[in-house]
């Protein structure tokens, strides 16, 4: 009777087994997609200028996906204090940005991503010049619409 009941009892809790343990992967795989997913959009924009908005919608994510990652949490939650200090110091929001960053690598289990990896960035010259010259326009623009008391506009004849 014994090898019988052992038969019934893997029988019936064997395939339920199976699927708790898959979904527990699933879970945790998926968890663990959602910080590579949002550690790799940081990467992305970390100095990119201006900061993209999926690079201030990351972080704002960051309580909520890293939520098992205490470090990771500190980190982020220096940097967001350090947002609200006037005046902002650059090199500290770097600093604080690539302290953020270098933890997220390390939670992943990317120890080979050193501090000094964080902080290269590429951005084309042409890039740049392009961001400035956007600027330059937009300044200008405000300057002639806000001096403007009111535009001109004369009708047509119909041709």
């Known amino acids: 009777m014994g090898d019988t009941t052992a038969i019934v009892v893997a029988t019936a809790f064997g395939p339920i087994a199976a699927v708790l343990i898959t979904l527990w992967h699933q879970d945790r795989k998926a968890k663990r997609e959602a910080k590579e997913r949002l550690f790799v959009t940081?990467?992305?924009?970390?100095?990119a200028i201006p900061i993209p908005i999926e690079w201030v919608r990351g972080l704002n994510l960051v309580d909520v996906i890293f939520a098992d990652s205490p470090k990771v949490i500190k980190a982020w939650h220096d940097l967001f204090d350090y947002f609200h200090?006037?005046?902002l110091d650059e090199r500290q929001v770097d600093?604080?940005?690539t302290d953020l960053l270098s933890e997220m690598a390390r939670a992943l289990g990317y120890s080979a991503v050193?501090?000094?990896d964080i902080d290269r960035y590429y951005t084309p010259e042409a890039h740049s010049n392009e961001s400035l010259r956007n600027y330059e326009m937009q300044i200008e623009l405000l300057r002639v619409l806000k001096g403007t008391e009111r535009l001109a506009a004369e009708p047509r004849a119909a041709p």
Not at 42 to 47: D, S, V
């Open 95 to 97: 600093h604080k940005r």
């Open 114 to 116: 050193q501090q000094i």
């Open 42 to 47: 940081l990467m992305a924009g970390r100095k």
């Open 85 to 87: 200090i006037r005046p």
